[in-house]
C-alpha cells in the first residue's frame, strides 16, 4: 500500500541534545511538508519541500532544520531541543495543490 | 493569531443522529478547505474538502458546506455511527497564491459519538 511512514513514533531526548525525525513515501509525491502539534494544539507548518526547493515559514526556529535527499525521504533535524520542542511531529505529502496525506506521526519527548 | 477557529473542543451526538462541526476562518485568501479525522495514535486522513467555488460538497455520509461571505464552513455526517468518533480538523490554503502551500489548522473538535 503506498504511505507515508515516520521513523521512529516515539522518540527522547535529552535537552540540547540534537535529534534527527525520518518520513519516507511511496506515493511519490513531489511535495514533502513538516508540521508541529502541541498538545490540544492545530498542527503548525515548519516548513516545505516542493521537489528540491525549500520552503521555511517564517516563524520557524532556526533550532529547526530540514533535509530532503531525494524525493522519497524527508528529514527533520533539532539541532539543541528545548524542553518546549516536545510535541507530535506530523510529516505530509502530496503533488503540487492535491491532498496531503499524513504519516502517523512522531511523538518527541524531551527530558 | 488563529485563522482558523474550531470553537468547539468537543461535541456528543447519538448514534444516527446528525453530527454537525464548526470552523470559522479569518485570512479572506483561503480558498481550499478541508477537513481532517484522527484517531488516537494516528497522523489525521484526509475526510472531504470544498474549492471557494463551490457552497456544497458531498462524499457518502459527509457533506461540507461553505459560506464564504460568512467566511464558516461545516461539516455534517449523518447519520452518525460509533466509528465516527475521533478528533476532527479543519484546515484551509491559499491555493491562489502559486506554488505548494502548506495547510493552516483549526485546533480540533472532539466528536464523541454516543452508543
Known amino acids: 500500500d503506498a504511505m507515508v511512514i515516520q521513523n521512529p513514533r516515539y522518540q527522547v531526548t535529552q535537552f540540547g541534545k540534537p535529534v534527527t525525525l525520518s518520513c519516507s513515501q511511496t506515493?511519490?509525491?513531489?511535495?514533502m511538508y513538516w508540521y508541529q502539534q502541541k498538545s490540544s494544539q492545530a498542527p503548525k507548518l515548519l516548513f516545505h519541500?516542493?521537489?528540491?526547493?525549500?520552503?521555511n515559514e517564517a516563524d520557524t526556529p532556526d533550532n529547526f532544520q530540514s533535509r530532503r535527499p531525494n524525493t522519497s525521504f524527508c528529514f527533520l533535524d533539532i539541532r539543541s531541543p528545548g524542553l518546549g520542542d516536545a510535541a507530535m511531529y506530523l510529516c505530509?505529502?502530496?503533488?503540487?495543490?492535491?491532498?496531503?496525506?499524513f504519516g502517523p506521526g512522531t511523538r518527541l519527548t524531551v527530558l | 493569531d488563529q485563522q482558523v477557529k474550531q470553537n468547539s473542543p468537543s461535541l456528543s451526538v447519538q448514534e444516527g443522529r446528525i453530527s454537525i462541526l464548526n470552523c470559522d476562518y479569518t485570512n479572506s485568501m483561503f480558498d481550499y478547505f478541508l477537513w481532517y479525522k484522527k484517531y488516537p495514535a494516528e497522523g489525521p486522513t484526509f475526510l472531504i474538502s470544498?474549492?471557494?467555488?463551490?457552497d456544497k460538497n458531498e462524499d457518502g455520509r459527509f457533506t461540507v458546506f461553505l459560506n464564504k461571505s460568512a467566511k464558516h464552513l461545516s461539516l455534517h455526517i449523518v447519520p452518525s455511527q460509533p466509528g465516527d468518533s475521533a478528533v476532527y480538523f479543519c484546515?484551509?490554503?491559499?491555493?491562489?497564491?502559486?506554488?505548494?502551500?502548506?495547510?493552516?489548522f483549526g485546533k480540533g473538535t472532539h466528536l464523541i459519538i454516543q452508543p
Open positions: 470544498i474549492s471557494s467555488i463551490k
Open positions: 505530509a505529502t502530496s503533488n503540487i495543490w492535491d491532498t496531503q496525506y
Open positions: 484546515a484551509a490554503s491559499a491555493r491562489s497564491g502559486g506554488g505548494a502551500d502548506g495547510l493552516t
Open positions: 506515493l511519490n509525491h513531489n511535495v
Open positions: 519541500y516542493y521537489d528540491k526547493d525549500f520552503n
